[in-house]
């Protein structure tokens, strides 16, 4: 997590971070995935030390940032299978949501493997649909931070960019999942006309 006057730069990381992921995450993948491994490394490092030492936990969360950064630029299969097993378990959350009740942990794991599978298998529409869709809710948290809302300051600040579920809005928020259905088809769109057929992903294979 960072500290509480941190919660406005951060917004503005999850805004800018957000909107890169939405519209240009394939053509960009390997930056998106080096800003994503940055951040979960950086959270990672920064939780074993102790809130009240700004310094300790600034430093701890640029050494486990650029560390989290380089594994996930080394790692592009990994980040891919990270992309589809993320689709997977949202998938399953999606299904269980309409009974207001959690999917068991059996139904996750078995939808994010196959998911995982699946994305090494169709990499590209994989990572068009999971960067786009994850880039949208990302630049939702990040503006949402910037107009006030509380609750998206203290996600943004914490790197939790899922504390306000998109499946269970907030009171007087129902607007969310529709506002982040459209943004995320209009990401990927943005993204498929960038892109074009399959040509990117067979040029990529060949290099690799």
Request: aromatic share 12%.
């Amino acid at each position: 997590m960072l500290p509480a006057a941190y919660q406005i730069p951060a917004a503005i990381a999850w805004l800018v971070g957000g909107a890169v992921a939405c519209f240009f995450g394939y053509r960009f993948f390997r930056a998106v995935l080096s800003i994503f491994g940055f951040i979960l490394g950086g959270l990672m490092a920064s939780s074993l030390v102790g809130p009240g030492d700004t310094t300790w936990m600034l430093g701890a969360w640029v050494v486990g940032g650029l560390i989290g950064m380089a594994l996930l630029y080394a790692g592009y299969y990994v980040g891919v299978a990270l992309v589809g097993a993320g689709l997977g378990a949202l998938v399953a959350n999606l299904v269980f949501s309409a009974s207001g009740q959690p999917p068991p942990f059996l139904i996750v794991l078995l939808l994010s493997i196959v998911g995982a599978v699946g994305a090494m298998f169709l990499q590209k529409y994989f990572i068009v649909v999971g960067t786009a869709f994850g880039g949208a809710w990302t630049f939702i948290l990040g503006a949402m931070a910037l107009l006030g809302d509380k609750a998206a300051r203290v996600a943004a600040a914490g790197g939790n960019v899922w504390v306000i579920y998109p499946l269970n809005p907030a009171p007087g928020q129902q607007w969310l999942p529709y506002v982040w259905v459209i943004l995320g088809i209009i990401g990927a769109a943005t993204q498929l006309g960038l892109t074009g057929g399959g040509a990117r992903i067979r040029r990529k294979k060949k290099t690799s």
